[in-house]
DNA sequence: GATGAATGAGCCTTCATTCAT
DNA sequence: CATGAATGAAGGCTCATTCAT
């Protein structure tokens, strides 16, 4: 699959599957470099410093990590809007239960957040951003006469709880039943669901 | 209010404070050693290796940490459920936002958990808890009378998620209006509420 | 000579000794350490980092390096004057010949200084405080008498500048007449001096 | 002035500067290449080790520095003997005012030179021929009957440690009245001065 | 002529830990 | 109870150097 990737790619995925497997700290260069199979200093040709190594990460993972990337708010009609709420939500969490390393890594930058005020700051807005997204995407169902026009932000906010917590649940390997609690979470925010 | 306190305490105490502070791996016992005023190998008299020491803290931590903690279901009527539901979890979250020590702590062994076994399975088994925690407390509600006999579990575990997040986004300085969010939480596993 | 002299005390004297065979740069704690016979990180106990057990070596060096302490000028007479600072200048530089470690490291901090502005400050004042030794003492010399009222401070500077470079000339190995060039120097400041 | 210098130059050039503003062991090829503005094993093309680039600096270096290039004897007469001394002693010193890179690099090797034992015999040959230089001049003087024929030596030697220090407290920043030291020193040697 | 890629050696520093006292 | 003294292991980083291209 990936026989002859460049170093470079090579070192940031070795620091992926590593950061998520022993924390940000836990995780030396020389971890790294003997992963890739090369020498200590070579992660120097291509990152300045691990701390840079560690931004590059935080950037790869977080450039991903975008409502509109799980939520495409112009596909959104109303007819499917709550199909599409819960098929787009689900396929949101059940990422997580491929345990790939970016979302550990996510994890490792959301807790190292509490300490450095830098990513704190960027992680504080791409949260804010998904708190956003699903308000623009509740607007927009209010607009389209599905969803109720009481309470939207609190609504927003209580969908983006859950599925956010959702993905960490399943990260410890907490059993529950995700989907329905997403359908349910759902529910309450659409005008006259079916639950009454 | 703790002239005196005891070298072992001492050292919890400091301990806590800089983990909250620093992360687990980003405290040494040099510095705790010295944030006690004592010397590094005074700590060892109190306990045999850093791993233990940590072990101590996560026991202390999750000691208090339990559903009950928050929760007294044996105090809750049919009269004053809903109302019993939203105060107590208020009290809950509210902690995070005076940002104790213990909280981020907590924090803290979370994030390990997913690279040390050992806490995996304690903490899995505190979440766990708390999971059935709400589900006995929404049962007695179906008891009572003033919750729907449907989905508990599922409501259940929807509480579980919100209160535990709240606290999350509290800790990162996220602004919600995090009591109205408890309240329609609470509102939509009650039977009839007043939404309707 | 020194049997049992003590850690703090060894790693002073190896760096001083390495120093002027290696440079302050040349000169890495490792070498430091296997020269005392103890670990790396033992030196650490005693100096919390390199750069201050080499300021420490820079007070040490200088602390004795000052113009009174070759100088005495109260016990310069209108009689002894002019012996009285040959003999002394002379043992003055003597000192070099010796070659002992601590002069060549002045010599280290002497250039470092150029690049250390931290170190050129004190250096600085360290050579202007010698220059107004030798004035304070022509000075003294015009107030006995033995000293032509005129150009002291020239003549002052001159003397500072000779005696400075035989210094450094004699660690260089650079074989010249430096008593008689000593004598020369002090008897063209002298009034009506022999020479005449 | 240097629109297309060659690259050889270029590495020559920036590794004055460098080693002027950092010290010998204090510049890196890292560095010069990057002042360069090429790339590190660039410099390999040109020379064989870094050893081998800071030898040809040495030489560059002190080949321009001799004796022969400051005074030039044969341009010596009965008549301006002294005030050509003077002048061209003035030249000598200024230079170093102007804080030349050539100048700094020049005092990096008297200090290396003690620990490296290759410079210290060229370096001694040339102070030694600096010392000779005015040996002989001093010497022509005696012979144009100007100069004393006594202590040609020591004299000559005097004038010597003078300018080389001037130069020293120059790049120090030390302020003196370097022209008038220099004056007196030169006078003093002068038969039947202008002070008696 | 010059570079991209890589390396072994070594540097300063910190850490958890030990042990005699 | 507690400390002074010390250590092996490891961490991040820089350096001079090499070599295929």
Redesign the interface.
């Known amino acids: 699959m990936k026989k002859k990737m460049n170093t470079q790619d090579a070192i940031v995925e070795a620091a992926f599957t590593l950061i ?4 940000l ?2 995780t030396s260069l020389s971890m790294i470099a003997s992963e890739v199979g090369i020498s200590k200093p070579a992660i120097y040709y291509y990152f300045p410093s691990k701390e840079e190594l560690v931004d590059y990460l935080f950037h790869i993972v977080f450039d991903d990590h975008h409502f509109s990337a799980y939520f495409s708010i112009n596909e959104y009609t109303k007819e499917n809007f709550e199909k599409r709420l819960i098929t787009d939500g689900v396929r949101y969490f059940e990422e997580y239960k491929h345990n790939s390393p970016a979302l ?1 890594v996510v ?2 930058f ?6 450095k005020p830098k990513y ?1 700051k960027k ?2 807005s791409i ?2 951003q998904f ?1 956003e997204g699903f308000e623009a995407l509740l607007s927009y169902g209010v607009e389209l006469g599905v969803i109720s026009s009481k ?1 939207t ?3 927003a ?2 969908l983006a ?2 599925i ?3 993905g ?2 399943m ?4 059993e ?2 995700y989907k ?2 997403w359908e ?2 759902v529910s ?1 925010v659409m005008k006259g669901s079916e639950r ?1």
Do not use: P, Y
Not at 20 to 23: D, E, I, P, S, V
Not at 171 to 174: C, N, R, T
């Open positions: 998520a497997r022993h924390g700290k836990g550990k994890h490792e959301v807790l190292s957040a509490a300490q704190e992680l504080k949260m804010e708190l309470n932000k609190v609504n906010h209580s709880l859950i956010d917590n959702l960490n649940f990260i410890l390997g907490i529950m039943d329905k609690i349910t979470a309450n009454f």
